[in-house]
């Protein structure tokens, strides 16, 4: 069974640095692209960026590549997603994802991330 | 303003059709395979269709997608109260070398 597991809801001040991470399991890690996406309050669904675990090769939305990195840790089957520079509105929902056939098919369950003031 | 366009919410009553339209361009659309995802509040979001048109397993047939040109729509036939949720379609943009999604459609089962 395919399980992505996130790490716990974070609580942060503008201005300063997180880093959020995502566990593999039930497939090679290597073998799938990884996605970070993630919805603000009342927002939609918005692409972070992703990364070929097998490489280390990442590509990022415009908008944020200047404040994100996304790492993968092959010895442990884990991504992080560092964002840095943080803002009130990127208060939101993170969601890893791994991509099999072309499309994001299995997600993990989510970490929250409120930036305050 | 997101770059692919969904209506905001679509409603039906229980065994009803519905469609969720997903509008892009040359550069998403036009050039790439849609995925769709259904997301109810405090889950993680499912796939659905992808491929344009293919179901993975687990997803049930009332649910199916097809695409022409720029556009794509998703449809739930035989609509169920568990359908009740948001709906995102997403696809690769060659223009912004990044993956899109739609504004989202709320689906309302009255």
């Not at chain 1, 090769?57 to 089957?77: G, N, V």
């Not at chain 2, 509008?23 to 790439?32: A, V």
Request: hydrophobic residues 30%; contains cysteine; proline residues 4%.
């Amino acid at each position: 069974e395919v399980q992505l597991v996130q790490s716990g809801a974070e609580v942060k001040k503008a201005g300063t640095t997180v880093k959020i991470s995502c566990r593999v399991s039930g497939y090679v890690f290597t073998d799938y692209y990884m996605h970070w996406v993630r919805q603000a309050p009342g927002k939609g669904l918005e692409w972070v960026g992703h990364i070929d675990p097998e490489d280390g090769e990442t590509i990022y939305a415009e908008h944020l590549q200047a404040r994100i990195t996304i790492t993968a840790d092959t010895s442990i089957d884990t991504i992080y997603l560092e964002m840095s520079d943080l803002r009130p509105d990127d208060t939101a929902v993170f969601y890893c994802a791994s991509e099999a056939s072309g499309s994001l098919d299995y997600w993990g369950q989510g970490t929250l991330l409120t930036v305050s003031s | 303003q997101s770059v692919l366009t969904q209506p905001p919410s679509v409603s039906g009553t229980p065994g009803q059709r519905v469609a969720i339209s997903c509008s892009g361009s040359s550069s998403n659309i036009g050039s790439d395979t849609v995925s769709w995802y259904q997301h109810l509040p405090g889950t993680a979001p499912r796939l659905l269709i992808y491929n344009n048109t293919e179901r993975p397993s687990g997803v049930p047939d009332r649910f199916s997608g097809s695409k022409s040109g720029t556009s794509a729509s998703l449809a739930i036939s035989g609509l169920q109260s568990e359908d009740e949720a948001d709906y995102f379609c997403s696809v690769w943009d060659d223009s912004l070398n990044g993956r899109v999604f739609g504004g989202g459609t709320k689906v309302t089962v009255l």
